[in-house]
């Protein structure tokens, strides 16, 4: 069974860093793309970065673009989330998802990790 696993979380003030990893593990077939979501006390779940692993792609919501970079550790099937710069409304629950078919799109992902909590202070 596929799982993921989230950690790296934190609370931080305004303009700190933190790295999120997710850690894949019980799949045979290739993982065609890594998602990373967050969702904010009382708003909807939100894509906002994933890394296509077929082309080593990325894409980025217009908000973290330029801070959140993905990058990826095939030896150790972990997919990291490098965030600088944070900001108030980064505060959220982050999940990662992974998708083994389709491009990327948030209805490809259908597998999820339980999350990890970022708490940005100002």
């Known amino acids: 069974q596929v799982q993921l696993v989230e950690s790296g979380g934190g609370s931080v003030q305004a303009g700190g860093s933190l790295r999120l990893s997710c850690a894949a593990s019980?799949?045979?077939?290739?993982?065609?793309?890594m998602g990373w979501f967050r969702q904010a006390p009382g708003k909807e779940r939100e894509w906002f970065a994933h890394?296509?692993?077929?082309?080593?792609?990325?894409l980025y919501t217009d908000s973290v673009k330029g801070r959140f970079t993905i990058s990826q550790d095939n030896g150790k099937n972990t997919v990291y989330l490098q965030m600088n710069n944070l900001k108030p409304e980064d505060t959220a629950m982050y999940h990662c998802?992974?998708?083994?078919?389709?491009?990327?799109?948030?209805?490809?992902?259908?597998?999820w990790g339980q999350g990890t909590q970022v708490t940005v202070s100002s």
């Open positions: 019980g799949y045979s077939q290739s993982i065609s793309c």
């Open positions: 890394f296509y692993t077929d082309s080593g792609s990325t």
């Open positions: 998802a992974a998708a083994f078919r389709g491009t990327c799109a948030p209805s490809d992902f259908a597998y």
